[in-house]
C-alpha cells in the first residue's frame, strides 16, 4: 500500500515536470508577448483582480482557496512568483532556479512535514518513474520543486513575463 502512494506521488510529479505549453506547438508566436507567461493565482480570496503579463497586455489572476489549503499547490505558486519575480537577473537560469528553491524553503518544508505526517514520506523507497533508480517521497519533492524553479525561470525569460506585484521585497500573494 505504500509503495502504491509513492509511486503515485512519483507519477504526479513526472506529470508535472512534463506539462508545457502548448501554445508553441501550435504554431503561434509568442516572441514576448506573454502568451507563454502563466497567470498568478490569487490565494485566498474570492476576488478577481488583474496584473499585467507584459507590457499593454492585462490577464486576468484566478482565485483558487486550495493554494492556502494544500501545501504542494502553496509550493507551486511560490516557485512560480519567485521565478518570475528573480528571472530579470542576469546569472545563469539554473543558479536563479537554485535561488527561487531557497526562497521558498518554508513552503517546501511545509509540503515535506505535510507529506511525513500523512504517513506517506517514510523511510520506504520505490523505483523513481524517471530513471528507476530508488527514491523516496522527500527525495522525489526536492527533484520536483528543482525542476519547475528552472522552468518558471526560463518560461518568465522566453515568453519576458512580468514579475509579480512585489511588497517589502516579497511577491505579493505569497501563502505563509
Given at each position: ?149 528552472l522552468f ?20 505579493v500573494g505569497?501563502?505563509?
Amino acid at each position: 500500500m505504500a509503495r502504491l502512494k509513492i509511486l503515485t506521488l512519483a507519477t504526479v510529479a513526472t506529470l508535472g515536470l512534463a506539462a508545457c505549453d502548448n501554445a508553441h506547438q501550435a504554431g503561434v508566436a509568442a516572441t514576448g508577448n506573454g502568451a507563454r507567461c502563466q497567470p498568478f493565482v490569487a490565494a485566498a480570496t474570492t476576488t478577481t483582480t488583474t496584473t499585467t503579463t507584459a507590457p499593454g497586455q492585462p490577464a486576468a489572476v484566478t482565485t483558487s482557496p486550495a493554494v492556502a489549503a494544500d501545501p504542494s499547490a502553496a509550493v507551486e505558486d511560490c516557485l512560480h512568483r519567485w521565478g518570475y519575480a528573480l528571472a530579470s537577473s542576469s546569472d545563469d537560469a539554473s543558479q536563479v532556479a537554485t535561488a527561487t528553491v531557497a526562497a521558498c524553503g518554508p513552503s517546501i518544508a511545509r509540503w515535506n512535514q505535510a507529506t511525513v505526517a500523512s504517513g506517506e514520506g517514510g523511510p520506504e523507497t520505490a523505483p523513481s518513474l524517471m530513471n528507476g533508480q530508488q527514491t523516496t517521497p522527500l527525495t522525489e519533492h526536492f527533484i520536483f520543486t528543482q525542476g519547475r524553479a528552472l522552468f518558471y525561470v526560463v518560461q518568465a525569460r522566453a515568453g519576458k513575463c512580468a514579475a509579480p506585484p512585489m511588497q517589502n521585497g516579497t511577491p505579493v500573494g505569497l501563502v505563509d
